[in-house]
């Protein structure tokens, strides 16, 4: 399988502070990858650098095989990404929300009314979509969000946090979705503070700290690093030394 994703030697500054350290990365096509790490570790940062929100000081990014600052454009139009704070324009319905993204990605009407048909009904968005967006609770706007994102089929899925809000049976929709893109060649790259998700549907993990990737692997090959061979929470607290409680907060 080929590279979705490569990070290459990447260093991202903010004045004197290092956020990100030298880290070089790779995720394949049909990959599921979650990255963690404590608040203020690097996560969204680094997320930020695959996308194209943010340019490295040093190292190279590559998406679906385009460089990130000389050639995104390609790799933008094969992405998706999911940040953790959803944004929907208030004064639009869920459904018009919608339609304006499948016109940025040029969809044609027929696409878009197969796709978004699909996304409604497994994200049980149907009974608020034509409301305005400005009433949606936290939940309805992560799902409308997530739903923009797939919407176009893409190639790369990048997403922050992408359980925070939602009802247990959504948790379970998202998750299947997540294994529906890898089983078909796709790609998900996934920052959380939710470690019992990413112990459950992700074929490797990352762990960054202080903006160092301190280990990588399966979670069986992290098990074998660790001297607490239990849980992915008790791996994580062990190579972090962090006590850090779960909660939102830049990364």
Same mark, same amino acid.
């Given at each position: ?23 070089? =990365? ?17 996560? *969204? ?12 000081? %040093?190292?190279?990014? /590559? ?9 995104? =454009? ?10 953790? &704070? ?15 993204? %499948? ?13 978004? /048909? ?5 994200? $049980?968005?149907?009974?608020?979509? /034509? ?16 739903? +923009? +994102? ?41 920052? *959380?503070?939710?470690?019992?998700? +990413?112990?459950?549907?992700? /074929? ?21 690093? %660790? *001297?607490? &061979? ?12 962090? $006590?850090?409680?779960?909660? $939102?907060?830049?990364?």
């Amino acid at each position: 399988m080929s590279e979705a994703i490569k990070l290459d030697g990447v260093i991202k500054r903010y004045g004197h502070k290092v956020a990100v350290n030298r880290l070089s =990365l790779s995720v394949k096509e049909g990959e599921l990858f979650a990255f963690l790490g404590p608040n203020g570790a690097g996560k *969204t940062t680094t997320i930020k650098m695959i996308t194209g929100l943010l340019t490295p000081h %040093a190292g190279t990014v /590559d998406v679906c095989g385009h460089r990130m600052g000389t050639d995104g =454009l390609p790799a933008k139009a094969q992405l998706a990404y999911v940040p953790d &704070q959803p944004f929907l324009y208030e004064k639009l319905t869920g459904r018009e929300f919608l339609y304006f993204v %499948a016109e940025m990605y040029r969809m044609d009407t027929a696409s878009r009314d197969a796709a978004l /048909d699909t996304l409604i009904r497994r994200l $049980d968005m149907s009974e608020f979509l /034509d409301r305005l967006a400005g009433s949606y609770s936290h939940g309805m706007k992560q799902r409308v969000v997530l739903a +923009a +994102a797939l919407l176009h089929q893409p190639r790369v899925l990048i997403i922050d946090e992408p359980m925070v809000g939602l009802d247990p049976r959504t948790v379970r929709t998202v998750k299947d979705l997540f294994l529906d893109i890898t089983r078909s060649g796709g790609t998900v790259f996934m920052s *959380t503070h939710t470690l019992e998700v +990413a112990e459950a549907v992700a /074929d490797r993990i990352g762990i960054i700290h202080q903006g160092d990737l301190i280990a990588e692997g399966t979670l069986e090959e992290l098990r074998a690093r %660790a *001297t607490q &061979q239990h849980s992915l929470e008790s791996i994580f607290l062990e190579l972090t030394g962090s $006590d850090d409680e779960w909660i $939102d907060g830049e990364s």
